[in-house]
């Protein structure tokens, strides 16, 4: 896709970081922006703030972990404008801590969120864009946490090397329908994702505390940190050459190779 102007881009998780900033940058290419997200307050200031600066935009909250939300999402997306071109399935959240400590329903919301989102979304727009026959693109916001295990990540991990597969398999699957597929793999962004709990309902274990920092944490990670409108606009980049892996530090390139050469040297050991 080279010309947005006009195009329709549903983006979930939009009322905030990397969300909010990939919608101000395809509002400033012209893109009509639907944008959902399930904190009311800050989807209407986000809303009001796209409006103010010229971007034709509709705000509807979403549960991307309810499947009906997510089809009234798609609904209320066809109804006011007609086409959707972009989906950017970008709604997460983290639970963090050893993974054998995990309560049930951290893995629950985890995944309701991180995985069930995303196939709510595939569901309730992939088979009718493919239908509408103009092409498009379908995003997914996993993590470099999709591609790397991380200590004290595990839900987070599992979902997002879950998010990774169904970007992969969707991309082979819409081959030849026009339609493009783009999986975002960042390590750290500047963002709310600290602060997933706000948005944790009470039946599976939230709200509850914040994640917060060591000195030593926060030490490792000085300078390694981009700025959602950074990450934004290799996203727009992305769609525009039609690129399946999106990732944003060079610095997470050694992590990958080092994990496939550890899969690569088992198979010393196979008959
Ligand atoms: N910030 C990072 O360092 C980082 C790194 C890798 C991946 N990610 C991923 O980026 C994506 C965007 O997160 P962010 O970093 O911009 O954080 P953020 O908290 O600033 O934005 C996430 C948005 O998702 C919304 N949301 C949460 N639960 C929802 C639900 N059930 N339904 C609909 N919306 C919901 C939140 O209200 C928020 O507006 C997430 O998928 C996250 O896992 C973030």
Redo the contacts with the bound molecule.
Sequence with gaps: MKDFRDKVAVI??????????TAQALAKLGARIVL????SD??AS?VADLGSAGAKVIGV??????RA?VSALAEKAWSEFGRVDILF??????VFGPTQTMTHSDWDWSI???LW?PIHGVEAFAQRMVEEKHGGHIL???????LVPNRELGP?CVT?FG?VALAECLQKDLRSSGIGVSV?????????????F???PTDLGGPAANRTYTEEERAALQGR??G?AQVADLVVEAIRENRLYIH?HSEARQYVKRRWERMDSAFDFAL
Excluded at 184 to 196: E, G, K, N, Y
């Design positions: 979930t998780g939009g009322a905030s970081g990397i969300g909010l900033a959902a997200d399930i904190e800050a989807l986000a909250r979403t549960d991307v972990g309810d939300s399935n970008n709604a997460g959240v983290a309701r969120v991180n989102g997914f916001t996993a993590s470099f946490a999709g987070y997002k998010v975002l793999c960042p390590m750290r962004v500047t963002s709310r994702i600290d602060f997933s706000r948005n944790r940190e981009l959602a944003t």
